[in-house]
């Protein structure tokens, strides 16, 4: 009796058929073991700060992006890429090393993007990781940013803050001065903090105008470009918007009153500042930039 020819179809695939998902199961595992420590530790220190705090939002708008892609992903063949995945996969676990032995966060919790792409290109393909690269892009701006580069950025913005701040109240009629990163306003004396003027909340609100870039599908490279520039400046502003909040709020109804409820109210109006800015700014560019034509509107 002849036997039936024998398939030669896994015969190319990194691992024989029904053992891939084994392996991938056993990989997300051992992720998992790896980085819930290391989000229990941000927790506990970096997102109860003023400046980081963003950090469970970036994570949370990342995984509903993933999501939304779930069933792109599994319309997609898979074509294992692991030529380009294994190294990558080795450069993501030194990083997390690195990071977890020398309590670096930044380099610990940036290392798990490091993973996650060699993990799709090892499983899924340079497709797939075409498909989801900016969920996992956007996962670098819940990382927490080295304290020496804040230091040395936050510090030189604090001023150009405070000089803003302080020449558009003294042209506005308020008795108010300057000695460095300290404002008086009448009787009142009010330091311009880093979460008011720091490099994080920049750092923020440029995410979110990459994340309204990316919800819009805009294909013009140079618009993107353009906007994801012009945030800085809006940035900029907000933050001035903030701090002449804070300085108005305390000279007219007393220092509890600034440094109470709306302290914390001031940084949410920083961000619906910076998102009408951008969305502004997108509209004037839509002037100068034209988007082509699609062949059929996505999902």
Known sequence: MSQPPQTTAGRDAVFPPGIDRIVL????????????????DVARTVWTTDE??????ILAVSLW??????????????????????????????????????????????????????????????????????????????????????ASVTAPLKSAVSTVSANLL???????????????????????????????????????GLLYMNLMQYTSVARNVTLSILVIPIAFFANVVRVIILVLVTYHFGDAAGQGFVHGFAGMVLFLVGLVLVLFTDYLLGWFFKEPARAGAQA
């Open 170 to 208: 003294y042209a506005l009629g308020y008795p108010v001065s300057r000695a460095g990163v300290i404002l008086n306003v009448g009787q009142y004396q009010l330091l311009v903090a880093d979460a008011c003027a720091g490099l994080n909340s920049m750092f923020t609100l440029e995410a979110l």
């Open 65 to 150: 992006l993933l999501y939304n892609h779930r069933h792109a992903l599994a319309a997609l063949p898979a074509q294992p890429a692991w030529g380009l995945g294994l190294p990558l996969l080795v450069v993501g676990l030194v990083l997390y090393v690195l990071g977890r032995s020398q309590s670096f966060l930044g380099i610990e919790v940036g290392s798990q993007i490091v993973l996650l792409c060699a993990l799709t290109l090892g499983f899924l393909g340079k497709r797939a990781l075409r498909l989801i690269w900016f969920p996992l892009f956007f996962l670098a701006f819940m990382t927490p940013l080295p304290e020496v580069l804040v």
């Open 52 to 57: 980081q705090g963003h950090g469970p939002i």
């Open 25 to 40: 199961s056993l990989l997300l595992v051992g992720f998992f073991i790896l980085y819930v420590p290391s989000y229990l």
